[in-house]
């Protein structure tokens, strides 16, 4: 069932279209000609997820030319993944005078660039520190490759999502369809503990998992899982350590940061399938945090499907368990709060 279908640009779109879209399949629809897209530029790409992140996307041999961009240490992490003898240039670039030659050009730019997480501390707050960082990357990626599309890691992904689309506004160069926050690592989450947990193999586990990228806010799917039988207690002790997977990272590392290796890994699949899309590959679906109509969230996380102008459809969320429908409810508060806190960020600074 097709409930809204709109052309574009959905930036010009009034106040989302659908505030509750319980069995909606299908929001957004959009086609256009496959060409051949491969600069990939990483902001961010001599950190803990930048490296191993650019050397798994060297290793796919998809890539024509990687552009490594951080403000340290590039040159070096650019000559040793070089090295690797798969497809693809790699070039490094680092630091503010060499950001738009890092840039220009870019299909896709992946951004894990600013401060992870201590122990004790919420993706909230790291805010103060990344809302800057990320509105500036923003604002040279609106000079110098506007048309690219733009996929956030860095946190709190709730606000920097909203920071880097109003970035683009003010540029009047935001298309809604090539933003997308990553949400990719609460997938393999879900996908890893659901396999566990149900003696299932872990390649044939598709869970979605919407909402959005902070504690509870993450909502995963379980009562969708196809061949799983899950009693309340799992359903309740899986949503939670999905929920938070982030924690368990962070709490091992005891002080040396979040998770970079598993990051790396779900960012190089996502960036790989935004990239086939791109290139016209059909058919592919992942769950993304996009501006979104299902809920009163200006942005939303849910399965999409990656066409050649990035996400040409956002996909409902389907019927939802009761358990599922009141996380949906609890949540969808927070997340305008923190996609407002972005957008004020914006405003103000
Ligand atoms: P890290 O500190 O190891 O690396 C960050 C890199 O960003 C550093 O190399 C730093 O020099 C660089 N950087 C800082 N400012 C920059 C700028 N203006 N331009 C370019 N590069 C800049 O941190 P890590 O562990 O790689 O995490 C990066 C971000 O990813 C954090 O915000 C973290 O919270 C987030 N993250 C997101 C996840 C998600 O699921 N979306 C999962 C795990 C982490």
Redesign the pocket.
Same mark, same amino acid.
């Given at each position: 069932m097709s409930v809204v279908t709109h052309t574009r640009p959905l930036a010009k779109m009034a106040a989302p279209m659908v505030s509750r879209a319980v069995g909606v399949s299908s929001v957004r629809a959009f086609s256009g000609t496959p060409r051949a897209q491969n600069k990939v530029t990483v902001? &961010?790409?001599? &950190? *803990?997820?930048?490296q191993p992140m650019s050397l798994l996307m060297k290793l796919s041999g998809k890539i024509d030319h990687l552009s490594l961009? %951080?403000?340290?240490?590039t040159p070096g992490v650019a000559a040793d993944i070089g090295h690797c003898n798969s497809k693809g240039k790699v070039m490094g670039y680092k630091g503010a005078e060499e950001?738009a030659a890092s840039l220009d050009g870019s299909d896709v730019v992946v951004i894990?660039? *600013?401060?992870?997480?201590k122990p004790g501390m919420t993706?909230d707050d790291?805010f103060n520190t990344?809302a800057s960082?990320v509105k500036?990357?923003a604002e040279q990626c609106a000079k110098s490759c506007p048309k690219a599309c733009f996929l956030?890691?860095?946190?709190?992904?709730n606000s920097t999502v909203p920071i880097f689309a109003e970035v683009l506004k003010a540029s009047g160069v935001y298309d809604p369809a090539k933003l997308m &926050?990553?949400?990719?690592? %609460?997938v393999a989450r879900a996908k890893t503990f659901v396999a566990e947990n149900q003696g299932m193999d872990v390649d044939k586990v598709e869970v979605d998992v919407i909402g959005g990228?902070a504690g509870t806010t993450i909502m995963p799917l379980l009562s969708q899982v196809k061949g799983a039988n899950f009693t309340e207690e799992d359903i309740k002790a899986l949503t939670h350590r999905i929920q938070f997977g *982030?924690d368990e990272v962070v709490k091992a590392k005891d002080g040396a *940061?979040?998770?970079?290796l598993?990051?790396a890994h779900?960012?190089a699949y996502f960036a790989e399938k935004v990239l086939d899309g791109l290139n016209g590959v059909k058919g592919i679906k992942e769950c993304t945090f996009v501006e979104s109509p299902l809920t009163s969230a200006p942005f939303f996380a849910s399965p999409c499907t990656l066409g050649t102008e990035g996400v040409s459809e956002i996909h409902g969320y389907g019927q939802l368990s009761p358990f599922e429908q009141t996380l949906v409810d609890e949540n969808v508060p927070a997340l305008v709060k923190m996609a407002q806190k972005g957008i004020d960020f914006v405003k103000n600074n």
């Open positions: 902001v &961010g790409a001599a &950190g *803990g997820i930048g961009f %951080d403000i340290v240490n950001m894990p660039a *600013g401060v992870p997480r993706r790291l990344n960082i500036g990357i956030i890691i860095s946190n709190p992904v &926050g990553v949400t990719t690592l %609460d990228h *982030g *940061g979040s998770a970079t598993s990051m779900a960012g």
